[in-house]
């Protein structure tokens, strides 16, 4: 017996749905155990999902000086430390400069965490974003640009000195 999901052109087995349940109820049982690890140190924004359907919290440090949006995924238990960072500074009382991104990619980590970075400097009425293209950052060039530019940065390239930089204003 076959049993057809909400999608005419993919038909699941029933224990192929049956392991979905397990994996969701695992899930969402970390998530409320993580959930309150990671409420006692730092403000949680929100809960997304991921392009690949798993289930992640995102949580701010912003002590004025810096601004770190941080990601923790919920099919593991939370250890006290990220999965995947945004790592700012504030540069002056209207931009946010992002120093390093940290994590594994290509999870759609890099667009959560992006989209609450401009959402929160939008509630700080921070009116730039801004960031850097190192020499480091050479080996991924054409990943970052294309990155950036799907979040509306502008992104400026000097490829003689391997060095570039990123500007986002929600104005412009």
Not at 42 to 67: H, N, P, R
Not at 73 to 92: H, K, L, M, N, P
Request: net charge negative; aromatic share 10%; proline share 1%.
């Amino acid at each position: 017996m076959v049993l057809a999901t909400l999608t005419t052109d993919e038909v699941k087995e029933p224990e192929e749905l049956q392991k979905e349940l397990n994996d969701l109820e695992f899930q969402m049982f970390r998530m409320q155990e993580n959930l309150k690890q990671i409420a006692k140190r730092w403000q949680v924004l929100g809960i997304e999902q991921t392009k690949e359907e798993k289930w992640v919290i995102v949580y701010i440090l912003d002590d004025g000086a810096q601004c770190k949006i941080m990601l923790n995924e919920c099919d593991s238990a939370f250890r006290g430390v990220w999965d995947f960072s945004i790592q700012a500074t504030y540069a002056d009382d209207h931009t946010i400069h992002i120093g390093d991104i940290k994590g594994e990619e290509n999870k759609g980590y890099g667009s959560i965490c992006m989209n609450y970075l401009k959402n929160h400097a939008m509630d700080q009425n921070v009116q730039y974003i801004t960031g850097d293209i190192a020499q480091r950052d050479w080996g991924h060039l054409d990943r970052l640009i294309h990155f950036y530019e799907k979040h509306h940065f502008d992104v400026e390239v000097d490829h003689q000195d391997k060095s570039g930089d990123l500007i986002w204003n929600p104005a412009s």
